[in-house]
């Protein structure tokens, strides 16, 4: 059994700053890519980054690139999310994933497709 824990939210003011991480427990997090989602009240959940289990490469929705930049420390099994430039339209539960696929060779935006999730952690930002 996977165990993620999200750490790191919070409330700032448009413009401001917030590190997401995320803990996972057991031995094999360096072979599974991991995402970053969210979801605000009536939406949907949504893809926000993902990274491939080698921390080779990375990919993100259109709305946060170059504000937003997922990393991974496998040797402490945790996935952060560094959140710059905030607006008040990125205020949302952030959730932590992991794709349920061992060494999948793309990064997968589909929620179905990751099997592991965190209990979230709010992030609201001040207009």
């Known amino acids: 059994q996977v165990q993620l824990v999200e750490s790191g939210g919070g409330s700032v003011q448009a413009g401001g700053s917030l590190r997401l991480s995320c803990a996972a427990s057991g031995r094999t997090f360096s072979t599974y890519a991991m995402g970053w989602f969210r979801q605000a009240p009536g939406r949907e959940r949504e893809f926000v980054a993902g990274i491939k289990w080698s921390g080779a490469s990375t990919y993100y929705v259109d709305s946060v690139k170059g504000r937003f930049t997922i990393s991974r420390d496998n040797a402490k099994n945790t996935v952060y999310l560094q959140m710059n430039s905030l607006k008040p339209e990125d205020t949302a539960v952030y959730y932590c994933?992991?794709?349920?696929?061992?060494?999948?060779?793309?990064?997968?935006?589909?929620?179905?497709?990751?099997?592991?999730w965190g209990q979230g952690t709010q992030v609201t930002v001040a207009s």
């Open positions: 994933a992991r794709d349920a696929t061992p060494r999948r060779s793309v990064i997968t935006v589909r929620t179905t497709q990751y099997d592991y």
